[in-house]
């Protein structure tokens, strides 16, 4: 399990990131911790959460999955060995997460989600703190293939009316570095104009730099390398792609149309994002590709995603300490030219369907 560096930070982390969100929801207290055991074991130092967790998200939820990592941690004792992210919600009309009121960006509403998730979690910092999607009105996984209406024109503050700009977003994430509550800081769901405006307000030594983003990238959506895998390789700011199983379409468990029970689609019916039109047959296609390798599609899948070289961490996640196990060993898949090809070849006549 090599690790790799977390943009300019002194962080080093493992190419395999254990994603968390359905501790507290389809997995119990006891089955998280033996994830963590399990992915620990294998060498894994890098876990990723959020104050939204688990999903879908609920009132009665939330924050389940921050308690289940910070029993884990009190359980062994081991903090000083994890690097552990964690997100602030963006503007949401959900009032659950800051006491029957909305959220955005804004200094208060930072300290109360940083503050509550120290707690849950039984630590006295974050190794990196994102923001989980922009305040800005901007489609949801900020790279889209298509784009509507745009923002309204900014004000003389740099933001339209109602909008928290930037910089005073980014002052806030400053007051938690120099309080010791977090040591980086982290963006998700973010396009290639929203992270060099935080990089820029950061040269003028508003805020942190941005060490990292974490979008989904997977076969079926390979947006990210349109304009922010080269944002990111020059400004040195790391990848922590989410999803590289498309939740699931991608071990071909959903091919043909099925639907096993238990499964999160099943269970929740939330994959609208990878139901689109021609999403189904580029699907399939790709699991099939996989099996004329000789590989299960979920071991495809995501040695594809961590054999790119502009991912620092591949983000997994699983329901079962068998699928946890494939996507641990998919470090070890020999990620060959001929599978970049036959992959590029698919993508070349079906381009992004689940932007």
Avoid at 270 to 286: H, I, V, W
Avoid at 322 to 340: F, G, I, K, R
């Amino acid at each position: 399990m090599h690790k790799r560096r977390l943009g300019r930070t002194d962080l080093l982390v493992t190419q395999i990131c254990l994603g968390s969100m359905t501790w507290g929801q389809q997995n119990t207290e006891a089955e998280g911790h033996a994830q963590m055991d399990l992915a620990f074991s294998r060498g894994v130092n890098f876990i990723d959460t959020a104050e939204l967790y688990p999903i879908p998200p609920k009132a009665e939820t939330q924050g389940r999955t921050e308690k289940i990592i910070g029993s884990w941690m009190k359980a062994k004792g081991n903090r000083d060995k994890v690097i552990l992210a964690s997100k602030v919600v963006g503007r949401t009309a959900n009032s659950w997460f800051r006491g029957d009121r909305p959220s955005q960006l804004v200094r208060a509403d930072i300290f109360d989600a940083i503050d509550k998730s120290l707690a849950k979690l039984g630590t006295d910092y974050i190794d990196l703190y994102q923001i989980h999607w922009p305040e800005r009105d901007i489609p949801w996984g900020a790279n889209p293939t298509r784009v509507g209406a745009v923002s309204p024109r900014a004000d003389s503050v740099g933001a339209p009316a109602g909008e928290t700009p930037i910089a005073e977003t980014l002052a806030v994430f400053d007051e938690l570095v120099k309080a010791g509550k977090i040591r980086h800081f982290g963006l998700s769901n973010e396009s290639s104009w929203g992270v060099m405006r935080f990089l820029a307000e950061a040269d003028k030594g508003i805020g942190p730099r941005v060490a990292s983003i974490q979008n989904a990238y997977n076969l079926v959506n390979r947006t990210f390398e349109v304009n922010l895998a080269e944002v990111c390789e020059r400004e040195q700011v790391s990848l922590l792609p989410y999803s590289p199983l498309a939740q699931g379409y991608l071990t071909g468990k959903y091919d043909h149309g099925a639907r096993p029970q238990g499964s999160r689609s099943q269970l929740f019916n939330r994959g609208q994002r990878y139901e689109t039109p021609g999403a189904a047959e580029a699907q399939l296609e790709y699991n099939e590709l996989a099996r004329s390798f000789g590989l299960e599609p979920a071991l495809f899948a995501n040695a594809y995603v961590s054999s790119r070289p502009f991912v620092t961490s591949n983000i997994v996640g699983a329901t079962t300490l068998s699928q946890l196990d494939m996507a641990l060993s998919s470090v070890d898949v020999v990620w060959t030219d001929e599978m970049q090809k036959a992959v590029d070849a698919i993508h070349q006549r079906v381009g992004n369907p689940c932007p």
